[in-house]
């Protein structure tokens, strides 16, 4: 069964460091990936999105991922985080598959990050 | 980006009524909604999809009788959840999926989601 998978369930920094949360797929067609957060009491928002072209390719607030298709990998990066990035964030792959898309998400990691 | 509200934010209901969720996207048209469910601490997991004008898909495991959803309108989706149990109780979250422009895939835009409370 396709399957998202985001390796850290927890992350804990200080302000300033770089920030790397890992996002794996199964699935071998063609795919469609995504990084939403969810900030504290709020909903989800899109991050970044990939659909094709450059793989590294950069979202909101600082942060960019790169798509690794050999890999299937899509890990989230920010160079230097800030405390107002504590949230959780979830991986997600649209499969395209019998004629509808669907969007499967990762479980989740959650960061905090400290003053 | 594009807005999907949800209304109520919250609710608390007795065990074996029934509970109205509704969807809205407030500046795009979106035949297709998806309704999911976040329980604490986990993912979403994808309940079906909403489709305008015909009948929803739902997900393996989901029993169709009992989470009722209804996309009559382009911007308008509810899901009615029948004969409530506390195991019920949970975040539900819809979607709806913004076409976007001819020929971009689409993206799929967040409502603030909804806490069903079953006592």
């Known amino acids: 069964a396709q399957s998202v998978s985001q390796h850290n369930h927890h992350v804990i920094l200080s302000e300033a460091a770089s920030l790397e949360l890992g996002c794996n797929y199964s699935?071998?067609?063609?795919?469609?990936l995504f990084w939403y957060v969810q900030y504290p009491g709020q909903h989800l928002q899109l991050l970044l999105k990939?659909?094709?072209?450059?793989?590294l390719v950069k979202g909101i607030k600082g942060f960019e991922a790169e798509f690794i298709k050999s890999k299937f990998s899509f890990n989230l990066r920010k160079p230097s985080v800030q405390w107002s990035d504590t949230a959780e964030y979830f991986c997600?792959?649209?499969?395209?598959?019998?004629?509808?898309?669907?969007?499967?998400f990762g479980a989740g990691t959650r960061l905090a990050v400290h003053p | 980006g594009a807005v999907v509200s949800q209304h109520p934010s919250w609710v608390i209901c007795k065990s074996g009524t029934s509970v109205k969720i509704e969807c809205r996207s407030l500046?795009?048209?979106?035949?297709?909604m998806f309704w999911y469910r976040q329980f604490p601490k986990q993912s979403l997991m994808l309940m079906a999809t909403?489709?305008?004008?015909?009948?929803?898909?739902?997900e393996q495991g989901v029993e169709k009788d009992k989470f009722l959803i209804n996309h009559a309108s382009l911007t308008l989706s509810t899901l009615t959840v029948t004969s409530a149990h506390p195991e019920d109780s949970s975040f539900y979250i819809c979607?709806?999926?913004?076409?976007?422009?001819?020929?971009?895939?689409?993206?799929?835009?967040f409502g603030p989601g909804t806490r069903l409370t079953v006592l």
């Open positions: 979607s709806a999926r913004d076409p976007g422009t001819s020929g971009s895939p689409d993206t799929q835009y």
């Open positions: 699935y071998g067609g063609t795919v469609n």
């Open positions: 990939y659909f094709s072209g450059d793989p």
């Open positions: 997600a792959v649209i499969l395209f598959s019998g004629g509808y898309n669907k969007l499967i």
């Open positions: 500046d795009f048209q979106a035949t297709t």
């Open positions: 909403s489709n305008e004008g015909s009948k929803a898909t739902y």
